[in-house]
């Protein structure tokens, strides 16, 4: 399988290359790693930072270099853009508090951490304009910039060092490739500090839907490695996958049973407004999941999931299935962005940045979406490319 690599030097050289990957293995270039490492050497205080909301990937890629940093004797620490969802605190455990801080609670720590690091690592997100309130503060920051990422289109222009890969399952599955490409730890993933392993298999796992998608011989090479050196997957599934709540079982099931519609074009939605969210008292993390249900179905090609936010729009998620592109429509319609199959945005309802709302109420989403979805699968340009 051909791919692309883009390696970017202190020089300020963007070179793409085309890289083979030999079935098994992520291919890491080696003159990026020994960038990497000149840079880790010189530093004392590090930040990480992912996309806002962070999800599992961003999550697990951000603690697992907090940890394998920590082993080195940095002085790191993570920042979050958003408090991280209810679902996922528990990935925090084995972490010293004082190694998080979490935006907006921790502004000021987080203002005057960015301000004095010596490097920033930007995972699981492709430009710091994905970063949410913290954006203006990493631009400004005059320290080196590490982006490892596996979404389309990275800002190269912000980074001083870059591993980007989209032929992988989750920024995590990269960052084991580059961990395990580094002089300390040479390719022995018994050397990858314990909690920065479970984080790269619990990222890799939410990223891939357990297993479902966007799975690669080296997702499962990194898999096989990680299970082999002790990672405890059922105590990771019994975390992700069977600690929820009774109200987010019985909300899923009511969003399927009474919420979801089918287009013409064979498009599932659902709606879930302020409005059902109280009722079922649902709390951040619990839809996550949900827009991927409506696949299921035979006939459908793509399942979109709106939910209304109180700041003015709601959150678009959409997935689909091969063939069919989620990212067009993000991009088309909904101001997003994301991968092929699985891409998110948002649905303004009251006007945003200068920018003019999409829609003049919430009630008018369906309506939209229904003219977008159809306007989509006429132009043709809903195919993968
Ligand atoms: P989710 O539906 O899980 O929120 O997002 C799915 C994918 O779409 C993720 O890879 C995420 O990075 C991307 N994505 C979600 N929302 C946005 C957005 O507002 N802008 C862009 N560019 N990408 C998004
Ligand atoms: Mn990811």
Redesign the pocket.
Known sequence: MKCNIICKFASGTIGIRKRQMNGNTVNIDTKTVERLETLVRASGKVSIVA?IRP?GDAVGSTLAMLHYLLSRGKDAVVIYSDPLPETLAFMLRGTPEENVLQWPSDSDSARERIAGSDLIFCLDCNSFS?TGDLEPMLRAARCSKVLIDH?LAPDAESFDVIFSETAVSSACELLFNVLMSMPDIHADASLIPAISATSLMTGMTTDTNNFANSVYPSTLTMASALLGVGVDRDAILSNLYQSGTEKRVRLWGYMLYQNMKLTDDDVAYMILTEEIASEFNISEGETEGL?NEPLRIASVKMSIFLKQDDAGFFRV?IRSKKGFSAVGCSKAYF?????EN?????LFFKANDGNPADISSPSQAEKYLLKVTSEYFKSGDYESR
Do not use: E, M, T
Request: without cysteine; aromatic residues 0%; glycine residues 32%.
């Open positions: 996309h999800d994905r979404h827009v998620s101001h997003g962005g994301g991968h699985a891409s998110g945005g948002r």
